[in-house]
């Protein structure tokens, strides 16, 4: 099984620990350094209608 090093986006560090699932079922992670919250898989739903046609 390969290993994937994984690094905060916002302070390149490589101390992060896996904090739960959002929704969608997709990891989240969380830094130790600066505390940020991110997930490696991103979709993008802004763009949905919400509205009913």
């Given at each position: 099984m390969a290993s994937v090093n994984i690094h905060c986006p916002r302070c390149q560090s490589a101390q992060v620990y896996l904090h739960g699932q959002n929704p969608k079922g997709h990891d989240r992670f969380r830094c130790r350094d600066?505390?940020?919250v991110?997930?490696?898989?991103y979709t993008y739903e802004a763009r949905?209608?919400?509205?009913?046609r």
């Open positions: 600066c505390h940020r991110f997930q490696l898989t949905k209608s919400v509205m009913p």
